[in-house]
């Protein structure tokens, strides 16, 4: 991304107009942090059974969801007050998108904080221990897409927001394996449908989470390089049809 083409290092007549940009900028990357830090957490909790992390967790989605209001309340004063246009006007349009999408993250996150409580509570009794593995190892891949999403938000640079979708699709994969296997074990052991139902439900969380990651991808290079990317395999599709 060269300086002429980031519409955040570009000077504007207005110099306040320049920092409420900068701002919204600055902030959409330190919700982001935040929404990482969180899902750090998720990831010992379900991976030690440390339920005070899972706590953690819960309590981290009502900081994340004030820092989403306030920048909705900023985007809002952009859009009435400083009427933006061309390059600005998609920076801001697209913060937008991509802070509503981190907002559904943090809920999710949150409901899969939750679920990991239920999961360990004694009375359940342990879940298997290969189902969990397999759920750290996918969260593992949310991790590291999140963090190449940092990145792009940060440099502005859409590299890693192109490779993040390559990868999705391998995610993807591994999430419909791990739920074949739980409703394997499921029929072979009766008496851990309880634990069964909450691991496919955190499967099924964990595929949302995937989702938002790859809707964020899709907002950043929208952002950056001005290409809409969302539908486009959808369209091929109906075109070969």
């Known amino acids: 991304m060269t300086p002429e083409n980031n519409v955040f290092a570009m000077p504007h007549i207005l110099k306040h107009y320049d920092d409420e940009l900068g701002q919204l900028h600055d902030s959409s990357v330190e919700m ?3 929404i990482l ?4 957490l998720l990831m010992e909790a379900m991976d ?13 989605n009502k900081e994340i969801r004030e820092n989403e209001s306030q920048m909705h309340q900023t985007i809002l004063r952009l859009l009435a007050q400083e009427n933006p246009v061309a390059r600005d006007l998609r920076a801001v349009l697209s913060i937008s998108k991509i802070s509503g999408t981190m907002l559904y993250f943090t809920n999710e996150t949150r409901k899969i904080g939750k679920l990991i409580l239920t999961l360990y509570e004694p009375r359940s009794g342990a879940p298997n221990p290969q189902l969990v ?3 750290v190892k996918i969260s593992d891949g949310i991790r590291i897409a ?10 502005q640079d859409s590299n890693n927001a192109y490779g993040l979708l390559k990868s999705s699709a391998d995610c993807e994969n591994a999430i419909l394996e791990a739920i074949r296997h739980q409703l394997g074990f499921i029929n072979q052991n009766p008496r851990q449908v309880g634990p069964g139902l909450t691991i ?5 969380s964990l595929e949302s ?19 809409d990317i969302r539908h486009k395999d959808r369209l091929k599709t109906k075109t070969l049809d």
């Open 37 to 40: 830090e969180q899902w750090e």
């Open 32 to 34: 982001l942090k935040l």
């Open 146 to 155: 999140l963090d190449k999403l940092v990145i792009v938000l940060n440099s």
């Open 48 to 60: 030690e059974a440390n339920l005070e992390s899972a706590l953690e967790v819960i309590a981290l």
């Open 209 to 227: 989470c995937r989702n938002h990651c790859k809707n964020l991808a899709e907002y950043c290079i929208f952002m950056i390089d001005g290409h």
């Open 133 to 135: 593995r397999d759920i």
């Open 200 to 204: 496919l439900q955190i499967l099924n």
